[in-house]
């Protein structure tokens, strides 16, 4: 995901203002993309206080290496970068609270192979904007529930939109390594999403 | 194939990178088995959830808390 930016035009002189050090247009920077950058750090860190570190952390970096920001990619998604990177930073200095192993949270099966609780068709269309309001809750606290390692994978590569290079770059494990853990991800957060979302039996 | 072995395959199904013959053996479970149908589904759905939620419109900050922006620009300002 890109955060949404404005026009290129409007972008290159706001640019063009930041190089010249101008100090008006730091606080343009700050107040054009600083929800939307909150709203990336508070996904990662559900602490308020620790998500808005994280954003400071992020314009700091960015006011000092803004001189070194190619114009070839756009300044928002380069920032969305260094927030993410700012709130990974920022969590690794939490301390880790033991959580759940993700092989609780994967499907289980019987010793035929075959699920022991077969999946059912969701009902997810059609819903009024109280009921999507409360999906998009269910979701975002679904995925904060999963193990730490997993849930970053899960985010940087379904909800960040991340390639896997990149997402193995900055979490420091291996291609693979996000690969298998996204997909456990993703089958964790389909098991907590089921009992919600499964279409009511025919009565 | 077991719903087991399908679970497994599924993320590299859907991201096409299956040989052939690994493919028809993933396609063929899914015509005998319906859990497996909804299980893919609900699967491709989670993704699909997972993404929608947190799009720039179904965020609500759109503003930058005041004090943020006081303590980012006064942190600048000390370097």
């Given amino acids: ?203 | 194939m077991k719903c087991r072995e399908f679970v497994e395959f599924l993320m590299e199904y859907l991201d096409g990178a299956l040989v052939e013959q690994e493919r028809s053996v993933f396609e063929g479970h899914i015509e005998d088995c319906p859990a497996c149908v909804n299980y893919l589904a609900t699967y491709r759905e989670t993704v699909r959830l997972g993404n929608s939620v947190c799009t720039p419109d179904a965020e609500v900050p759109a503003d930058v808390p005041e004090e943020l922006v006081q303590a980012i620009l006064s942190a600048r300002r000390q370097r």
């Fill in chain 1, 1 to 203: 995901m890109t955060l949404e930016a404005p026009s290129a035009p409007g972008e290159a002189k706001l640019l063009e203002r930041l190089l010249a050090g101008e100090e008006q247009a730091y606080e343009e920077l700050v107040r054009t993309y600083g929800g939307r950058l909150l709203a990336v750090a508070r996904r990662f860190l559900p602490v308020e206080e620790d998500a808005r570190d994280a954003v400071q952390d992020a314009f700091l970096s960015a006011f000092r290496s803004i001189h070194r920001f190619e114009g070839n990619a756009q300044l928002s998604t380069w920032l969305h970068r260094i927030v993410v990177n700012a709130s990974l930073m920022k969590l690794r200095t939490r301390r880790r609270h033991p959580e759940q192993s993700i092989e609780e949270l994967l499907p289980g099966y019987l010793e035929d192979g075959h699920f022991e609780r077969p999946a059912s068709p969701w009902r997810t269309d059609g819903l009024d904007p109280a009921e999507q309001d409360e999906l998009r809750k269910l979701v975002l606290k679904s995925i904060h529930s999963l193990p730490e390692g997993h849930r970053n994978v899960l985010l940087l590569r379904d909800i960040e939109g991340l390639d896997t290079e990149e997402a193995a770059e900055l979490l420091q494990i291996s291609p693979g390594a996000v690969k298998t853990r996204l997909h456990r991800a993703r089958q964790a957060l389909r098991e907590q999403l089921e009992p919600h979302l499964r279409e009511a039996p025919p009565s």
